[in-house]
């Protein structure tokens, strides 16, 4: 009986055991010196690197980073993916509504980052009517200034290094975010910029943590606070300012500002007490939910004539069955993959309601973007196929050299280069027009491919009897070769299309206000997750849908008896 007990006892032990190795897992993005940033040996380092590595010793279990854009960390750590974020994340009123937050380790306040010659000496200034503000996306800076300057132009870039290259190209009058991140960015911008360090706002960052579901409990939150504590106490965040931060801790006490790892009080109610006193309802908007349930029927009908199988006309009992087997199949997996999201997921859904309309009318935006880009790929793509049969040498060198060019160039790529650089030239700052340009030039190399191909599909030998009976070499293209061709690449220019309306999501990368751009801003302005995503994968679905069945009836209105 004994030895029986201590077997037991032994197994107790190893499982515990094996409990407290489970790691750590800890995200952050690490592309913000010298906070959270890659080593030149590739591994990661910084303030929030140490820390976390800190945490793990005290907590008895070994580390694991991850590497996770800003704006997805809370949605990974709703989901599970990760433990925490120590991210250089600020903890305010939005962010609760879905995430929890340790005590804070941080305080430090929104800077800007202005032109050299700008008249901008502070917040009043910016106040005025026409001025254009950029912003990190998800950031407090973002919600600041939209919150604050209701008359000012609101950009989002998805990276701090193009934030600054906005007000250094003069794209934008100023840059909120962090007074730390303002001054490295400065640095790099000594001849076009200004920084401006004093407070707009105190802010102060925390470590985030997972909502403990109802009848849990917050024990690794407690765990937290007593490491900052004990951090704090023993003096690891002076020395972790000394090997990182020495010249920034020069700088604001010079300043009269205090250094961030200065002890402070938790500030409370400094983010969002205008929307943290009310309380949001669900409302009901009948004209947007008639307006979208006209859509889905739109899409659901065309999508169903689009996958049925027209060849069969009978439908008998078996059909029936396997399409009641494969909805039961279909619809039995969804509800595990959701059931077990559900385990460890918060939904909120009432910031991304609240912003029904933006969202709305980013997918209107980039229905719009979209038809013209294919407008302008389609002229675009014949003038290759054009150029490319010349009898003028240079010009099918040209078209040939060009479209090889743009084929091996990733999209993203020429998209910045055109609108930093390109554009720049021309003193062109219409970002929709040059997205529309850009992504319309990108395409129509593989259109001019897709046509080019189908045109030589068509024998030679029709083109010379075409030719020997009287036709000129227009009338031959246009009632010989051109009829043909067109059917034959019918299908791959529809999928093009499809693709091209998908890309228009890259034109956020230059902050187009598109459909992508306006659910990611309705995303981080909510601290949404998985709420964000799914009306925007719905969304680019109602597009696509009724725009491969109109290809599909194309197809069949000119299909032909080979």
Not at 368 to 386: F, M, R
Not at 514 to 535: N, V
């Amino acid at each position: 009986m004994k030895a029986l007990l201590s077997i037991c006892l032994i197994c107790l032990a190893g499982c515990d055991a094996v409990q407290d190795s489970e790691p750590l897992i800890v995200g952050m993005e690490l592309t913000y010196p010298p906070f959270e940033f890659v080593d030149e040996e590739g591994n990661p380092d910084g303030v929030s690197v140490r820390m976390a590595e800190a945490l793990a010793d005290y907590l008895g279990r070994p580390l694991q980073i991850e590497n996770i854009k800003f704006d997805a960390l809370i949605t990974a750590l709703k989901s599970g993916s990760i433990d925490c974020v120590i991210s250089s994340m600020t903890a305010n009123d939005e962010r609760r509504k879905s995430i929890n937050f340790s005590d804070p380790y941080v305080t430090t306040g929104l800077a800007m980052l202005v032109g050299k010659d700008s008249d901008i000496k502070g917040l009043d200034d910016l106040k005025k009517p026409g001025r254009t503000i950029v912003a990190r996306l998800g950031t407090t800076g973002e919600n600041f200034a939209r919150e604050h300057l209701p008359n000012a132009k609101v950009i989002t870039m998805p990276e701090d290094p193009v934030c600054a290259l906005e007000v250094s190209q003069g794209k934008a009058d100023a840059w909120i975010y962090d007074q730390l991140s303002i001054f490295q960015h400065h640095k790099n911008h000594t001849k076009t910029t200004r920084a401006l360090l004093s407070p707009l706002r105190p802010e102060q960052w925390a470590v985030g943590l997972r909502k403990a579901k109802a009848g849990g409990n917050d024990d690794l939150r407690d765990s937290v606070n007593d490491f900052l504590r004990q951090f704090r106490a023993a003096g690891k965040f002076e020395a972790l300012a000394g090997r990182y931060l020495k010249e920034e801790r020069q700088l604001v006490r010079e300043l009269g500002i205090p250094f961030i790892f200065d002890s402070a009080p938790i500030i409370k109610g400094t983010e969002g007490q205008g929307d943290s006193s009310k309380t949001r309802e669900l409302q009901v908007d009948w004209l947007f939910i008639l307006l979208v349930a006209l859509l889905i029927v739109i899409a659901g009908i065309t999508f169903w004539r689009l996958t049925r199988d027209t060849k069969v006309s009978a439908s008998g009992a078996g059909e029936l069955l396997g399409y009641t087997i494969l909805w039961l199949l279909v619809s039995g997996f969804c509800y595990f993959v959701f059931a077990s999201l559900n385990q460890t997921y918060t939904w909120n859904w009432e910031g991304i309601w609240s912003r029904r309309w933006q969202i709305f009318g980013g997918w209107f935006r980039t229905i719009w973007i979209s038809i013209a880009a294919l407008v302008l790929c389609s002229g675009v793509g014949i003038a290759l196929v054009a150029g490319s049969r010349s009898r003028y040498s240079p010009l099918r060198f040209f078209c040939r050299a060009y479209t090889e060019v743009v084929r091996g160039s990733p999209l993203l790529v020429v998209l910045l280069v055109g609108y930093y650089v390109i554009a720049r030239a021309f003193n062109a700052n219409d970002k929709v027009l040059i997205g529309v340009i850009f992504l319309a030039l990108f395409a129509g190399a593989y259109l001019g491919e897709i046509l080019r191909g189908g045109i030589e599909s068509v024998g030679r030998t029709q083109f010379d009897s075409a030719r020997a009976v009287g036709f000129s070499r227009l009338q031959v293209f246009r009632y010989v070769i051109l009829p043909q061709a067109i059917r034959r690449v019918l299908p791959a220019v529809a999928g093009l299309f499809i693709i091209l309306v998908k890309d228009s999501s890259l034109l956020s990368e230059i902050a187009v206000e598109e459909f992508t751009k306006s659910s990611k801003s309705a995303q981080s302005a909510t601290y949404a997750g998985l709420e964000g995503y799914i009306p925007l994968a719905i969304g680019y679905l109602l597009i696509t849908i009724p725009l491969a069945y109109l290809a599909a009836c194309l197809e069949r209105r000119f299909s032909y008896e080979s």
